[in-house]
């Protein structure tokens, strides 16, 4: 069984940075995408940033340029790098991973971050 556990969330003031991480437990498939969701209350949960297994990226508009997603295959460990954070990135954010064909998925607990401004 695969569990993922957060850490790194916390209150920080608009443009500041927090670094959030994300260590996988159990037996995962060498290939597959790790990355980082984010649900504000009120909203659907929304794509932060991904990386697969061959470090490919995806990111959302909205944090291109401010946040850096990388991931350490030997620890199973994905990052978050949140720099110059904005009000609008307040949300509890999860991390995922998933195979290529989106048949194994899984979630951790998620780690609030709030930005005051």
């Known amino acids: 069984q695969v569990q993922l556990v957060e850490s790194g969330g916390g209150l920080v003031q608009a443009g500041g940075s927090l670094r959030l991480s994300c260590a996988a437990s159990g037996t995962i498939l060498r290939i597959n995408v790790m990355g980082w969701y984010r649900q504000a209350p009120g909203k659907q949960r929304e794509l932060v940033a991904t990386?697969?297994?061959?470090?490919?990226?995806n990111y959302a508009d909205s944090v291109k340029g401010r946040f850096t997603i990388s991931r350490d295959n030997a620890k199973k460990t994905v990052y978050l790098q949140m720099n110059d954070l904005k009000s609008e990135d307040t949300a509890r954010y999860f991390c995922?991973?998933?195979?290529?064909?989106?048949?194994?998925?899984?979630w951790g607990q998620g780690t609030q971050v709030t930005v005051s401004s």
């Open positions: 995922n991973l998933a195979s290529l064909s989106g048949v194994l998925d899984y």
């Open positions: 990386m697969s297994h061959d470090r490919t990226t």
